[in-house]
């Protein structure tokens, strides 16, 4: 079936750090591929997303490469800040699907 | 600007209960869909609504029931509360099953005792 790993969490970075929150997929078709965030207290909400092999979603100051070969749709960002305090889902949609499937969620939490 | 609205969010329950968690979207969006959220599990589909009249079942259905009679409308009945649905819940909804950006309501958080 489809299924999303995402890195384990906690992460605690300090302010202005590289961050990389690693996910990889597996999918029985070709799958659209999404980076959702849930602030404290709210509802998940979409940060970026690539449909096919080698899209580059960015928004925010994040990106996540769509990369075929390895299966793999990693997040990054070149320097976090304080505001960037959340939980990051990894996940996915197979065309014809009637869902996504989510990864288990990292919480993400930067130091001043 | 409302989007999805969910309520109440947080009810206490105690095992044999029933109840309904409300959910309203004023997107004029035709997929709705419920998803519970629990630690270290990410989020599981309930139920979802490709339209009015229409559901059907995702991966985790047992226990829980929904109806579709309008557009903006999707409930979740809980016929029986059991501990094992102490969760977080959240509804959300897109204009179609494959476009993949869901808009998610706050989430109600149900404490099964």
């Given at each position: 079936?489809d299924?999303?790993?995402?890195?384990?969490?906690?992460v605690t970075l300090?302010?202005?750090?590289?961050?990389?929150i690693?996910?990889?997929?597996t999918?029985?078709?070709?799958?659209?591929?999404?980076?959702y965030?849930?602030?404290?207290?709210?509802?998940?909400q979409?940060?970026?997303?690539?449909t096919?092999a080698d899209?580059?979603?960015s928004?925010?100051?994040?990106?996540?490469?769509?990369?075929k070969e390895?299966?793999?749709?990693?997040?990054e960002?070149g320097s976090?800040?304080?505001?960037?305090?959340a939980?990051y889902?990894?996940?996915l949609?197979?065309?014809?699907?009637?869902?996504?499937?989510?990864?288990?969620?990292?919480?993400?939490?930067?130091?001043? | 600007?409302?989007?999805?609205?969910q309520?109440?969010k947080f009810?206490?329950?105690?095992t044999g209960q029933?109840?309904?968690?409300?959910?309203a979207?004023?997107?004029?969006?035709?997929?709705?869909?419920w998803?519970?959220?629990d630690?270290?599990?990410?989020?599981r589909?309930?139920?979802?609504?490709?339209g009015?009249g229409?559901t059907?079942?995702?991966?985790?259905?047992?226990g829980?029931?929904?109806?579709r009679?309008?557009?903006?409308?999707?409930?979740?009945?809980?016929?029986?509360?059991?501990?094992?649905?102490t969760?977080?819940?959240f509804?959300?909804?897109?204009?179609?099953?494959?476009?993949?950006?869901?808009?998610?309501?706050?989430g109600?958080?149900?404490?099964?005792?």
């Open positions: 079936g299924s999303v790993t995402q890195m384990e969490g906690p300090s302010e202005e750090a590289f961050l990389t690693n996910c990889t997929y999918a029985t078709g070709y799958p659209s591929l999404f980076w965030v849930q602030y404290p207290g709210e509802g998940l979409l940060l970026l997303k690539a096919k899209d580059k979603g928004n925010k100051g994040f990106e996540a490469t769509y990369r390895t299966t793999s749709f990693h997040l960002k976090v800040q304080v505001s960037d305090s939980v889902f990894c996940a949609r197979v065309w014809g699907a009637q869902k996504l499937v989510f990864g288990q969620g990292t919480r993400l939490t930067i130091n001043p | 600007n409302a989007g999805v609205t309520t109440p009810q206490v329950l105690k029933s109840m309904t968690l409300q959910c979207q004023d997107m004029n969006h035709e997929y709705m869909s998803y519970r959220q630690p270290g599990m990410g989020l589909l309930i139920h979802y609504s490709v009015a229409i059907d079942q995702g991966e985790v259905p047992n829980y029931n929904v109806s009679s309008t557009t903006e409308d999707f409930p979740l009945r809980l016929l029986s509360a059991a501990p094992s649905q969760s977080v819940y509804c959300a909804s897109s204009t179609g099953p494959n476009t993949g950006e869901l808009f998610f309501g706050e109600s958080r149900l404490t099964v005792l």
